[in-house]
């Protein structure tokens, strides 16, 4: 079983940076991968990064490519993400999600393959 805490939302100009981050419970951590998500009021909730176990892989959603940076620290238990240059369509509340298959080598954007999920973090972008 792991519990994620997501934290460091807020409130930021568009161009503006934040970092989020994932605090997880559980000794199983290490060995899962792990995604970021978002879902704005209205909208479905959509794929934003993912990281391998290792931390060796990552994969992003087009609309944050060059912007956002997923990235974990596997001694802390904590996964995150980097903000840069944000927008307002950015303005979301952001979860992070476990997939409890451990040490596979690849990533899934679909939020059906992870098990676990934090509480969700809110981040506004004002124009």
């Known amino acids: 079983q792991v519990q994620l805490v997501e934290s460091g939302g807020g409130l930021v100009q568009a161009g503006g940076s934040l970092r989020l981050s994932c605090a997880a419970s559980?000794?199983?951590?290490?060995?899962?991968?792990m995604g970021w998500f978002r879902q704005a009021p209205g909208k479905e909730r959509e794929f934003v990064a993912a990281?391998?176990?290792?931390?060796?892989?990552?994969y992003y959603a087009d609309s944050v490519k060059g912007r956002f940076t997923i990235s974990r620290d596997n001694a802390k238990r904590t996964v995150y993400l980097q903000m840069n240059s944000l927008k307002p369509e950015d303005t979301a509340v952001y979860y992070c999600a476990a997939d409890s298959r451990p040490y596979i080598p690849v990533l899934t954007t679909a939020s059906r393959e992870y098990d676990y999920w934090g509480q969700g973090t809110q981040v506004t972008v004002s124009s």
């Open positions: 559980g000794r199983t951590f290490s060995s899962y991968p």
């Open positions: 990281i391998t176990w290792s931390g060796h892989n990552t």
